[in-house]
Nanobody
Framework: VQLQASGGGLVQPGGSLRLSCAASGLTFRSYDMGWFRQAPGKEREFVAAIRKSGHTYYSDSVEGRFTCSRDNAKNTVYLQMNSLEPEDTAVYYC???????????????????WGQGTQVTVSS
């Protein structure tokens, strides 16, 4: 299984970015997908998840600003990030698991597969 995250970069506060995560080596439509981020000196934290059904979940810090979606035909999950803030600066990781349960989908240890991460820097 390979997860390839891309789309990170440098953006000014208030700007937008769209991250992509292309999956291979798995039956993508059968997997729940998640996005996490890790800032320097901090633990990896949950950002968003999208179930096989398409149902989405978000952390309180990004709710209303970020949108997670998936395209099963392209084996890709997306994270549209709007109204970016300096506090959003981090390495963003995508992750996959065959069957998340509601009580654990916000926990990194629940996911079986991880991508390599893409850097997002929000700065003026």
């Amino acid at each position: 299984v390979q997860l390839q995250a891309s789309g990170g970069g440098l953006v000014q506060p208030g700007g937008s970015l769209r991250l992509s995560c292309a999956a291979s080596g798995l039956t993508f439509r059968s997997y729940d997908m998640g996005w996490f981020r890790q800032a320097p000196g901090k633990e990896r934290e949950f950002v968003a998840a999208i179930r096989k059904s398409g149902h989405t979940y978000y952390s309180d810090s990004v709710e209303g600003r970020f949108t997670c979606s998936r395209d099963n035909a392209k084996n890709t999950v997306y994270l549209q990030m709007n109204s970016l803030e300096p506090e959003d600066t981090a390495v963003y990781y995508c992750a996959a698991d065959r069957g998340l349960i509601l009580s654990t989908l916000r926990h990194a240890r629940a996911y079986d597969y991880w991508g390599q991460g893409t850097q997002v820097t929000v700065s003026s």
